[in-house]
RNA sequence: GCCCAGGUGGCGGAAUUGGUAGACGCGCUGGACUUAAAAUCCAGUGAUCAGCAACGGUCGUGCCGGUUCAACUCCGGCCCCGGGUACCA
């Protein structure tokens, strides 16, 4: 072979590791730049080739820079704690922190693999209690801290118990849940237990009631996206909505900073964006309308207070704390079944289904303060109980959602904006002048907003507000594999663990499932309770704890007495360029900006935005291949006879085999034949309940959409599957028995024994992002069955990791999601031979010659300089691998291989493939390694053109090409325009109206 | 639904500021080398019409319309696909 790639690869890798190439240290001489990629959580299913995607490009950067001068931190790390080692935990009995130890050691080995130039001095594990110690304390500072909106900042808890004790609450302008109003007096009067409470109502980390998931087969509460259409997607359970006591974090006291920081930052636009609508600031009025015949008044926001005069109805949210108040006694039942309803839904079910309208009126009816009339109060899915106050006030003629609500229920409509016809639908639009509203009329809106929140004020019924839709965290979660709090309760009041005794370690616990009671699984945790025998939480932190300031960590990643000393933050300061995906937008990237405030107003760190650079990877994405089924409803024995004439239920009823026995089964639906099959059953009752469903299934059980490894989909339905599968064909149905190592060997069944041929059960393929819940993730490297054999052999032993990188940069633009698909993969090895072989000639010796280099070879080198280092800029590492291709195509073209040139080709070379570029750098006789190289500069002179071929048209169409001198007149380049033979033809004996020379770039004549 | 991104040959993509649409690579077709294969190299390759020929014509960047000497690029409207939508990470 002559490019071994192996042996070169392993080489360097082990001259890298033992060299410490890549390990940095504060370094005052030089400047700093922190490179960060979005650390992996450690999935059972090791590394895909989705994740190296966003590594490599950092890679890159960091290489690129480095050669460049700057001292670069480029750690990497595990975000270990999480819900899928969880289930895995709870299926097998495993300890999750077993099965995460070998997910990450998977992990590494890979990611050892690819060639980073990661400093793995500086690896961080959020499960380590030694990393989520400081996870923890930092959860105890945000309990022991408040928000001042008036100093707008964090303050500790002290300094508002000392206010209370002096003047109770009247100075007081803080973050909260509820404004409460006191005197010192009342304060000092009130229990510990009292005073506690009030505190929570203040702490930046504090205790609220609010809506979960909860799902009482299973005990526990799901992620919105483990439910579907009010069910569990495992097991199929119902889920309701609930009220439950969680942890918050008060990440709403800085929306006004987290908005404003954003133009302090070098994101992508539309990253802000999402940022800035995820924030949501609102400007309007709280306005409180009194409700009839009670002395409750309902508080409501709008941002359009300009149309209080066309406000004809109010709509609470159906879980607003009022509704049982005022329901009348009429309406109770009717409010009570729709709340019912509503609490099967989860929040984005309601949102996305705002075109079947629906509500209920509550019987009650509150007073317009300006129109003096009494308007009707409804609940309705539209009004959601977390956005403003959970209540508006309807202007169905200015706004399309009540407007459909009011014709749906035949409520009034009142235009007070000219300018629409409300005959047709609301008139939104700002544009208009105030109609219908006495005091207002004849005012633009945007001067009617002004006047009518003075009067508003005036009259004491509300004020001017700035809203803001960014929600708390919640903070709790009901799981075992998460930090657990540093709290513990005394008479049902949190209170903290002392800082000394921090990291308060996960406890035991004998299954990893709730507690009989419901409670989370550290109910089962013996002596969970501290020294005095005071229980602590049961609830673990959520996934974006601790990676909320995972990167101070590394700057300083084993100290044991601070979470970043000052001196490592004060060098390192912040990152400067993040990579990761845009899916993490409204997340993480929120999360770890407030976190990072938080501490900032602490004084922790000196810099008020961690990530001052973000560049988004798009996502790869792959093939999934979706088995289909048969929602379960419909019971009845069925002998399975012919594909057609009778449908089986899916799921754990009673249906017989071929020989009358009842077997316990779940059943699929070739693709081929699924719709066909729910067609079938329209003749059948309870017909409107049935449903097909598609689920994902693991790509490894399929070839060509096929699905082909039976016995391993069992294995992975594992003990969701009752004891047989039937996957029915169109020409049979295959039976396949047992569970995990007591599998039968697939039985098939043709319909039609003489003609026993396919048997093929079709899977639906769709293009998704490769992820371990879609069960598509396809690795980098080798994968072995169980014996040891090859599964499926990796690009990485085919190819190389250079190829590896090179091939996912030459993929298409970072940013933009792709196919993955290894077609391309051969041309960009062939690059990497072919590089070889200029250096090595036929016979795969060394022969790079020592001659003077051209000017041709010289501007080929020097143009190619030029590009890759603009395109590592702009991050555009496609046409980067573009460019070397074009290059050493060039060389080679010129058999070109002069040291003076190959040197610095493979310097700029070396952060895409550090590898082979080591590799030659070595034969090219220097001793160090290419990684302390400095990047070549580019000589301008180099690349200068004295003529050029100009493109021109006529009209805009290209019609010849011209070759031209640079620097000549534009009349000269008419007259020889004008005297070309081939202009004659587009000429038309016509004499142009005008003439359109850019210099270097076109001539266009328009005739 | 809402927010964000994207749509260019058979495929991945290029065109960085409105200035030659299809760079580079894959695939495919034909050829050279070879006993053969692999590897390597050479040529062709958007569609279509016409032709003995060619620096031939026309069309062509999701769809419809607009601005401009000139539009993949800017503007308006629509369609489709992907991500997020607050407990997947």
Not at 653 to 672: C, F, H, L, W
Request: glycine share 6%; net charge negative.
């Amino acid at each position: 072979m002559d490019y071994n790639f192996k042996a070169i690869e392993e080489k360097w890798q082990k001259y890298w590791k033992e060299k410490e190439i890549y390990k940095v240290d504060i370094d005052h001489g030089k400047p700093k730049f922190y490179v960060l990629d979005m650390f992996p959580y450690p999935s059972g299913a090791g590394l895909h080739v989705g994740h190296p995607l966003g590594y490599i490009a950092s890679d890159i950067y960091s290489r690129f820079k480095r050669l460049q001068g700057f001292n670069v931190l480029h750690p990497m790390g595990f975000d270990a704690f999480g819900l899928p080692a969880e289930q895995y935990a709870i299926q097998t009995g495993q300890h999750p922190a077993l099965t995460t130890e070998n997910n990450i050691k998977r992990y590494r080995e890979q990611l050892d693999k690819i060639g980073f130039s990661f400093d793995w001095s500086r690896e961080v594990r959020t499960c380590d209690p030694k990393y989520y110690k400081w996870t923890q304390w930092a959860f105890l500072q945000m309990f022991r801290h408040w928000y001042d909106n008036k100093t707008n900042k964090a303050e500790p808890i002290g300094n508002l118990i000392d206010e209370f004790e002096k003047n109770g609450t009247k100075n007081i302008d803080a973050s909260c849940t509820e404004q409460l109003i006191f005197s010192a007096a009342e304060w000092k009067n009130k229990s510990e237990k009292e005073q506690q409470e009030i505190l929570l109502n203040y702490r930046i980390a504090y205790l609220a009631d609010t809506m979960v998931n909860w799902c009482p087969a299973l005990g526990t509460v799901l992620a919105n996206d483990e439910v579907k259409d009010g069910f569990s997607v495992r097991g199929g359970h119902p889920v309701v909505q609930k009220e439950m006591k969680q942890w918050s974090l008060r990440i709403s006291a800085y929306a006004g900073r987290l908005l404003n920081g954003l133009d302090t930052i070098d994101w992508t636009e539309s990253l802000k964006e999402m940022q800035r609508f995820w924030i949501g600031r609102s400007e309007g009025a709280e306005i409180n309308f009194d409700i009839i015949n009670t002395n409750k008044k309902l508080l409501i926001f709008t941002t359009r207070p300009d149309t209080i005069y066309g406000a004809t109805f109010m709509v609470l949210a159906p879980e607003h704390e009022y509704v049982d108040e005022i329901t009348t006694s009429e309406y109770k039942k009717d409010v009570n079944t729709y709340r019912e309803e509503t609490k099967k839904r989860t929040e984005r079910e309601r949102m996305a289904e705002v075109k079947k309208i629906n509500g209920q009126f509550t019987g009650a009816c509150a007073f317009n303060p300006f129109t003096k009339q009494n308007i009707q109060i409804w609940i309705s899915d539209y009004v959601l109980a977390g956005y403003g106050t959970g209540a508006i006030m309807a202007v169905p003629a200015h706004d399309s959602r009540d407007y459909a609500f009011a014709k749906h229920f035949g409520l009034p409509i009142t235009e007070v904006i000219a300018g629409g016809d409300i005959s047709q639908g609301a008139f939104d639009s700002k544009d208009g002048v105030v109609i219908n509203s006495e005091i207002i009329n004849g005012l633009v809106a945007k001067d009617a907003i002004v006047k009518i929140n003075d009067e508003i004020e005036k009259m004491g019924i509300g004020k001017r507000k700035i809203n803001y839709r960014l929600r708390d965290a919640i903070f709790s979660r009901q799981r075992y594999w998460g930090e657990p709090f540093p709290i513990y309760f005394k008479d049902e009041i949190p209170y903290p663990v002392d800082e000394k005794n921090l990291p308060l370690e996960l406890s035991e616990v004998d299954v990893y499932l709730p507690t009989e009671k419901g409670e989370p699984p550290l109910g089962r945790a013996k002596n969970w309770k501290n020294a005095d025998g005071y229980p602590y939480e049961l609830s673990t932190m959520p996934g974006f704890a601790g990676s909320s300031a995972y990167y101070l960590r590394y700057m300083d990643p084993h100290n044991d007495k601070e979470l970043v000393s000052k001196k490592a933050d004060e060098y390192w300061r912040n990152v400067d360029l993040y990579i990761g995906g845009a899916e993490h937008a409204t997340g993480h990237l929120i999360y770890a900006r407030f976190w990072n405030k938080f501490l900032f107003d602490l004084g922790l760190v000196c810099e008020e935005e961690p990530f001052k650079k973000l560049i988004n990877q798009g996502m790869i994405l792959g093939v999934s291949e979706l088995i289909h089924s048969i929602t379960p409803y419909f019971l009845k024995d069925q002998p399975i006879t012919t594909t057609y004439n009778y449908i089986w239920c899916n799921g754990i009823y009673e249906i017989k085999d071929k020989n009358g026995n009842k077997i316990d089964a779940e059943v699929y639906y070739s693709a081929d034949m699924a719709d066909e099959v729910l067609t079938n059953l329209n003749h059948l009752e309870d017909k409107d309940k049935t449903k097909m469903i598609k689920f994902n299934i693991p790509i490894y059980c399929t070839q060509d959409h096929t699905l082909f490894d039976f016995i391993s989909f069992k294995k992975w339905r594992g003990n969701f599957s009752p004891t047989y599968s039937v996957f029915v064909c169109k020409d049979g149905y295959w039976i396949i028995s047992g569970y995990n190592d007591k599998i039968t060997k697939e039985n098939w069944y043709p319909l039609n024994p003489k003609n026993n041929n396919s048997g093929n059960f079709f899977t639906t393929p769709i293009v998704e992002k490769l992820s371990k819940s879609k069960l598509n993730v396809i690795p980098p490297d080798n994968t072995y069955n169980e014996d040891g054999s090859i599964k499926q052999e990796g690009i990485i032993e085919k190819y190389g990791a250079d190829t590896l990188r090179m091939y996912e940069m030459f993929l298409g633009p970072l940013e933009q999601a792709k196919p993955w698909d290894t077609n391309g993969i051969e041309g960009v090895h062939k690059f990497l031979r072919k590089l070889w072989r200029l250096c090595h000639g036929k016979e795969n010796n060394f022969s790079v010659s020592d001659g003077e280099p051209t000017k041709e070879e010289l501007k080929i080198l020097h143009k190619t300089i030029k590009k890759i280092r603009e395109d590592i800029e702009n991050f555009s590492f496609n046409t980067s691998v573009s460019a070397f291709m074009i290059c050493v195509n060039e060389f080679t073209d010129l058999k070109c291989s002069k040291k003076k040139i190959i040197e610095p080709l493979v310097i700029i070379l070396s952060p895409f493939a550090p590898h082979i570029a080591e590799e030659l750098w070595n034969q090219l006789g220097n001793k160090e390694s290419i990684c302390n190289a400095k990047f070549p500069e580019y000589d301008e002179n180099y690349l200068k053109e004295n003529t050029f071929n100009y493109p021109v048209s006529f009209n805009g169409k290209t019609r010849y090409n011209l070759e031209l001198p640079m620097g000549i007149s534009n009349e000269e380049i008419q007259d020889t325009i004008l005297k070309h033979e081939l202009s004659q033809k587009w000429l038309d004996g016509k004499t142009p109206k005008k003439f359109i020379i850019v210099a270097g770039k076109i001539i266009n004549v328009v005739v």
